[in-house]
């Protein structure tokens, strides 16, 4: 039996509702935004939610994610509270890091989900020694650090990547690339075509995937995951994706063409697998737009709840500075 | 009945690695990583500290890195919120530059960024200070961290503090700075530094801890306070002696943890002085010293009768050459004569 097999209609269904929700909790956030609703900066992922679901689709709950300033995708598909996460961003106390975190630094521990981090490419080193501390322990856990193409030309991928191999450590690294670091263009900046390559440099296997197909994503993620599992060491996968929305707030990606943006919002993954479920697996497509209803009513509760939760105090600014 | 500790004669290096041995002996989830530390017929780390280590507990607890301190440091991060407590070593203090986003961006800020959800009980050793080796390998590095919220920075001058303080850092949940001074570590044969001041005092060879965040008053006196740390604290002991020939008598106090810093000890025993001088092989502008000047003016400067003055390194980079290095480190003749001009009529 082929690991294509084992993909059954209820686990895209299951996929089809945790992008559903990624997408329109992002598209959510971004219309408070430009209504002047939401506080602080914004870093969105919507186009890129394949790539969260396939991957924390293939983990344990007591498995670790590192994620980036790029969170929300990630968090949601490793199972984090959504009203927590919600909260944090609006800076209440009842966010899931009390307000000290913000829209960069979310973190979900009950499931797995790591304090994001907003230093570009710093969780790959920091995944590696969690994963190493896994194998220290005799754990069967494994730790994901994803990143960005931007990431994979920062010092710590390298030093990352290298010790993670000789370490042979249950790391599976995941880069997403989404072409742009910031406004960047990776042609400009990287004269490989495929992050993935670099990975035979650290003796370690590479992948180039479509980022846009979350079955894809999962069938290679699962080989990943057991491969580092089994204590046969790392994986460097990188995805071909794109983020729809800029960068940051405010950016209204000048850089980029209108006919490369419909290029990647012609392969959808959300609407992909939309049509592989109701054309080829007939499911109703009723049954989507029910799925696609209750999302929209778990976020305005979350949005909702973040915003009737109170300030955090004063004093909790001081509180945390040491264990 | 009274019972005698057993004591065991050791340098400081020694008494680091005993204190290793002892943290991995009672927790598996202590193990070392650096450059150098493990490997078989090696040399233990640059200075030796680690030698054996890996004969003991195996190349899985004693790891021997890539020259890539930034993974490292961040290694150790990822470790310590995994469940482990990382012992990670630079080679040379100097090194940890390479690694200062995951010492200040990650390590210090995890547990605030968690709203205290992870710890991060992980401990850097930093071997400092000047040793004829030039610029870069040889600063006293002390008030980057210190400026660093979330990191506690302590700073042994006796085997006997070495000892007892990286046991309780280890044990500690919090990330620690563990500086050592390459001319206190008493180091043996080929590695032996060939300005070394101190090579061995009786040890106890049971497990104990130092408490982090106290001082030791090494010598008592009337007549001036003189807060120091690692080597100086030996460099102002031998002041204190030639100052009491001329019928000064300096308390000495050993600032062996400075963050967190017991200005309380500090503050008590200027105002039974009245003066403080210190002494630190870190910068003057902007070093611990500057700080612990500051808190004593704000705490205690109606018990002041001269300013507060610092003897410290320059603010200049750490030559290379003997003579030079003897400028530019306080020296014993520096702390005397500092500390007599504070009882000029």
């Known amino acids: ?323 | 009945m009274t019972t005698t500790a057993a004591t065991s004669r050791m340098s400081m290096a020694e008494a680091l690695r005993d204190a290793m041995r002892i943290a991995m002996q009672t927790d598996p989830t202590v193990f070392l990583l650096g450059e150098d530390i493990g490997v078989t017929g090696g040399f233990g780390g640059g200075f030796t500290v680690t030698l054996g280590l890996s004969d003991e507990f195996g190349h899985e607890r004693v790891i021997d890195t890539p020259i890539s301190e930034g993974a490292i440091v961040g290694a150790a991060v990822g470790a310590a919120m995994a469940g482990a407590r990382p012992v990670a070593e630079m080679q040379y203090g100097d090194f940890v530059f390479c690694a200062m986003d995951q010492v200040v961006n990650q390590a210090a800020k995890m547990h605030y960024m968690s709203n205290g959800q992870v710890c991060v009980p992980l401990v850097l050793r930093l071997p400092v200070g000047a040793s004829q080796r030039g610029a870069q390998h040889g600063q006293c590095t002390e008030s980057f961290f210190t400026h660093t919220p979330g990191l506690k920075v302590v700073c042994p001058a006796t085997p006997y503090d070495a000892k007892g303080m990286l046991l309780a850092a280890i044990r500690d949940d919090n990330p620690v700075i563990f500086l050592e001074h390459k001319l206190l570590y008493g180091g043996k044969g080929s590695r032996k530094e060939s300005a070394s001041v101190l090579f061995g005092t009786d040890v106890p060879t049971d497990d104990y801890e130092i408490p982090l965040g106290t001082v030791a008053v090494r010598r008592e006196g009337t007549d001036v306070t003189i807060v120091a740390n690692m080597l100086m604290v030996h460099r102002a002991l031998s002041a204190a002696e030639l100052l009491s020939e001329q019928g000064i008598e300096a308390e000495v106090i050993d600032v062996r943890s400075l963050v967190p810093l017991d200005i309380k000890t500090i503050e008590q025993s200027v105002q039974k002085t009245s003066r403080l001088l210190i002494v630190e092989e870190d910068h003057l502008t902007g070093g611990w010293g500057a700080e612990v000047s500051a808190l004593t003016a704000e705490r205690a400067l109606h018990y002041l009768d001269a300013p507060i003055l610092r003897v410290a390194a320059p603010d200049t980079p750490l030559p290379c050459a003997a003579s030079l290095e003897r400028v530019f480190v306080p020296s014993v003749e520096r702390i005397v004569s500092t500390a007599s001009s504070l009882f000029a009529p």
């Open chain 1, 1 to 323: 039996m082929t690991i294509q097999e084992t993909i059954s209609t209820e686990w895209r269904l299951a996929a089809f509702r945790q992008m559903s929700l990624i997408r329109r909790y992002e598209e959510h956030l971004y219309l408070l935004f430009l209504q002047g609703l939401v506080p602080g900066t914004l870093h969105q992922c919507q186009g890129q939610e394949a790539v969260a679901v396939g991957i924390c689709s293939t983990l344990r709950r007591d498995d670790l994610i590192y994620s980036t300033h790029r969170p929300v995708g990630h968090l949601i598909a490793k199972g984090a509270s959504l009203k927590a996460i919600t909260a944090e961003i609006w800076g209440k106390a009842t966010g899931c890091v009390g307000g000290k975190g913000g829209q960069m630094h979310l973190a979900d521990f009950s499931v797995g989900a790591m304090v994001s981090n907003a230093i570009v490419g710093a969780n790959i080193p920091i995944a590696t020694g969690s994963a190493m501390a896994f194998k220290l322990q005799g754990l069967d856990r494994v730790a994901v650090s994803f990143f960005g193409d931007g990431a994979s030309n920062i010092g710590a991928f390298h030093e990352g990547l290298n010790l993670a191999a000789v370490q042979n450590a249950p790391v599976i690294f995941v880069c997403e690339n989404n072409l742009y670091a910031a406004s960047t263009r990776i042609s400009s900046t990287t004269r490989i075509t495929d992050i993935a390559d670099r990975a035979q440099a650290y003796g370690m296997p590479g992948h180039s995937i479509d980022g846009m197909d979350v079955e894809a994503v999962y069938r290679s993620a699962l080989e990943a995951v057991e491969r580092a599992r089994q204590g046969r060491g790392p994986t460097l996968l990188e995805y071909k994706t794109y983020r729809y929305r800029g960068h940051s707030r405010g950016d209204p990606c000048g850089y980029r063409g209108n006919d490369e943006h419909q290029s990647w919002i012609d392969r959808d993954p959300i609407e992909r697998l939309r049509t592989r479920l109701v054309a080829d697996l007939g499911v109703a497509v009723d049954r989507l737009a029910t799925i696609e209803q209750e999302c929209q009513r778990e976020i305005e509760a979350a949005v909702e709840f973040a915003l009737a939760s109170p300030e955090p105090t004063a004093a909790s600014c001081f509180e945390h500075v040491f264990a």
